[in-house]
């Protein structure tokens, strides 16, 4: 892949910036494909490939949520954790303003806004992890150690099996 050309997006500026040594992995983006189409077009396993969700307080604080592809993030154990009464998702429109990126394209790296960012516990026990790199189509491999490092994410415990 060192020939080949991959976007320099926020996300890649940051990694750059603080010395992060990553893999760039493009693919054939699928709309609503989620991580699945990641693991089937990279070969890598769903599990290792980190879903960056953007999500809302009852109080529409907004937070990153890093989950792994093949698990679901239990809302009410969020909440629960954040003391507050509910967490939803964000809308698509708002996401995106908060972040700068296409929904399907969100990196927890280099956000146009700074938000919160809480990593499923687990991941962090993972040998390599495999992030969205700010588009559509586009993952960057890392070292868990790396993320923890340039995130400072709060660690949680809030993963469910997939439906």
Same mark, same amino acid.
């Given at each position: 892949? +060192? ?22 992995? !493009? ?15 990279? &070969?890598?396993?769903?599990? +290792? ?13 907004? !937070? ?27 809308? +698509? ?11 399907? &394209? ?18 962090? +026990? ?38």
């Amino acid at each position: 892949m +060192a020939k080949d050309k991959f976007p320099v997006t926020p996300a890649i500026r940051v990694l750059r910036a603080e010395k992060v040594e990553f893999t760039p992995h !493009l693919y054939a983006y699928e709309d609503k494909g989620g991580t699945a189409v990641c693991a089937r077009e990279l &070969g890598f396993p769903e599990h +290792a490939i980190i879903k960056t969700l953007v999500m809302e307080d009852d109080r529409e604080n907004p !937070l990153i949520i890093l989950m792994h592809g093949d698990q679901q993030v239990s809302t009410r154990e969020l909440a629960r954790f954040l003391g507050v009464k509910s967490v939803v998702p964000c809308s +698509a429109d708002k996401a995106s303003r908060l972040t700068g990126y296409l929904v399907g &394209g969100t990196s927890p790296f280099g956000t146009k806004r700074d938000l919160p960012v809480y990593l499923e516990e687990s991941i962090f +026990a993972l040998p390599q992890i495999y992030l969205n790199g700010g588009k559509r189509g586009f993952l960057v491999g890392i070292s868990p150690n790396d993320a923890v490092r340039v995130l400072k994410p709060v660690f949680v415990h809030v993963a469910t099996q997939a439906d």
